[in-house]
T-cell receptor, first 118, second 111 residues
Framework: DAGVIQSPRHEVTEMGQEVTLRCKPI?????LFWYRQTMMRGLELLIY????????DSGMPEDRFSAKMPNASFSTLKIQPSEPRDSAVYFC????????????????FGQGTRLTVV | GQQVMQIPQYQHVQEGEDFTTYCNSS?????IQWYKQRPGGHPVFLIQ?????EVKKQKRLTFQFGEAKKNSSLHITATQTTDVGTYFC???????????FGKGTRLSVIA
């Protein structure tokens, strides 16, 4: 398997523009996570899905952020409108959970999208 | 919310010196995982500890889980330049909750 695939790798956009980040999880994995990484806050969990259904979006910072998972092989994280403080590296991760051990399973991260909002 | 505190934030060592990073939680963890992120890279799973007092080794890396399952450490013996990166601990507070990541310790190794 190619692993978790994210696109684009780098995105530079102007404040106010819409940004869409994409993720393809590992085939067969049943959980998908979106994280944001900054120097100040480290790795923050934004939202996660189980079998394409959003389970917890309490980490989404504002209504400007939204995420979807229309099928098992694709997810998007959208920021509209974008602001300079959204500049960060955004990671997608997927896991295959056996039974109920959500926190007991290795997470596979994508390469990340480095977002710069100017 | 629940937090996993990790120290130090940065560590600079001479090649050949040892390195340790520590994670602490105010409440008992179900398990703890460790990840390594190379500069410009993404977190990669290293190991998971589940049992109280557990110690695991991977070559020069030694991982420990405290008896109370509230703290953990990663020790690297005789660091090498290939050890450079940020090491994250990630704890779970029950088997059915997602991992909570510490902020990581960034290791620099001076040759």
């Amino acid at each position: 398997d190619a692993g978790v695939i994210q696109s684009p790798r780098h995105e530079v956009t102007e404040m106010g523009q819409e940004v869409t980040l994409r993720c393809k999880p590992i085939s067969g994995h049943d959980y998908l996570f979106w994280y944001r990484q900054t120097m100040m806050r480290g790795l923050e969990l934004l939202i996660y899905f189980n079998n394409n259904v959003p389970i917890d979006d309490s980490g989404m910072p504002e209504d400007r952020f939204s995420a979807k998972m229309p099928n098992a092989s694709f997810s998007t994280l959208k920021i509209q409108p974008s602001e300079p403080r959204d500049s960060a590296v955004y990671f997608c991760a997927s896991i295959l959970v056996r039974g109920f051990n959500l926190g007991n399973t290795e997470a596979f991260f994508g390469q990340g999208t480095r977002l710069t909002v100017v | 919310g629940q937090q996993v505190m990790q120290i130090p934030q940065y560590q600079h060592v001479q090649e050949g010196e040892d390195f340790t990073t520590y994670c602490n939680s105010s409440t008992t963890l179900s398990n703890i995982q460790w990840y390594k992120q190379r500069p410009g890279g993404h977190p990669v799973f290293l190991i998971q500890l589940v049992k109280s007092g557990e110690v695991k080794k991977q070559k020069r890396l030694t991982f420990q889980f405290g008896e109370a399952k509230k703290n953990s450490s990663l020790h690297i013996t005789a660091t090498q330049t290939t050890d450079v990166g940020t090491y994250f601990c990630a704890g779970s507070y029950s088997g059915n909750t997602p991992l909570v990541f510490g902020k990581g310790t960034r290791l620099s190794v001076i040759a």
